[in-house]
């Protein structure tokens, strides 16, 4: 059984740019949620996809959006970078049955 | 937004001392996860806990999920050395959607 891969693992951006991360999913499972994870805090909550639709989002602005992919893949886009974008970013896949989540290695994206 | 309180932020330990951390929540959770964090890599799920008195153990630790559903712990007995990292209580409330609310953390450390 795999486990959940991300890519890439660090990235630096410029104010204003656009981001596209990936992840692929924990092989058997159904849900891909993404996290923002702030230097010091536990991780939040920025959105859930399942059956390729979104499945619930946390408090955070259009610009960030997504998209999860016939093969359990997904992608995070972010807009219009701001230097507070700056932080961890993690993917977790579960079953949307037990709840639970498995977490990737997470992309670190700077923006200067 | 709905928030985990974790206590303590911070503890030192010596090899062989036992370690306790726990959550509490305002609302009532349906499922409660604990995870180890290490510098720079994403949560590694250790428990999983579906319902109120739950007990359950991996290896050297012991989590509970509290019988009015507001609260968790986890014990960690005869530490060693790989122990130290950040762990994190997460849980999912009824009105998440998916959504894995987080504390902020205990951090463990080697005392001097």
């Known amino acids: 059984e795999t486990g959940v891969t991300q890519s890439p693992t660090h990235l630096i951006k410029t104010r204003g740019q656009q981001v596209t991360l990936r992840c692929s999913s924990q092989?058997?499972?159904?849900?891909v949620s993404w996290y923002q994870q702030a230097l010091g805090q536990g991780p939040q909550f920025i959105f859930q996809y399942y059956r390729e639709e979104e499945n619930g989002r946390g408090n955070f602005p259009p610009r960030f959006s997504g998209l999860q992919f016939p093969n359990y893949s997904s992608e995070l886009n972010v807009n219009a970078l701001e230097l507070d974008d700056s932080a961890l970013y993690l993917c977790?896949?579960?079953?949307?049955?037990?709840?639970?989540?498995?977490f990737g290695p997470g992309t670190r994206l700077t923006v200067l | 937004g709905q928030q985990l309180n974790q206590s303590p932020q911070s503890m030192f330990i010596q090899e062989g001392e036992d370690v306790s951390m726990n959550c509490t929540s305002s609302s009532i959770f349906n499922t409660w996860l604990w995870y180890k964090q290490d510098p720079g890599e994403g949560p590694v799920l250790l428990i999983a806990l579906y319902k109120a008195g739950e007990l359950t153990s991996n290896g050297r630790l012991t989590a509970q999920f509290g019988i009015t559903r507001k609260d968790s712990f986890l014990n960690i007995s005869a530490s060693i050395p790989s122990d130290v990292g950040i762990y994190f209580c997460a849980g999912h409330y009824g009105g998440s959607q998916g959504n894995l609310i987080f504390g902020k953390g205990t951090k463990l450390s080697v005392k001097p």
């Open positions: 092989s058997g499972h159904n849900t």
């Open positions: 977790a896949s579960g079953d949307r049955v037990s709840d639970t989540q498995y």
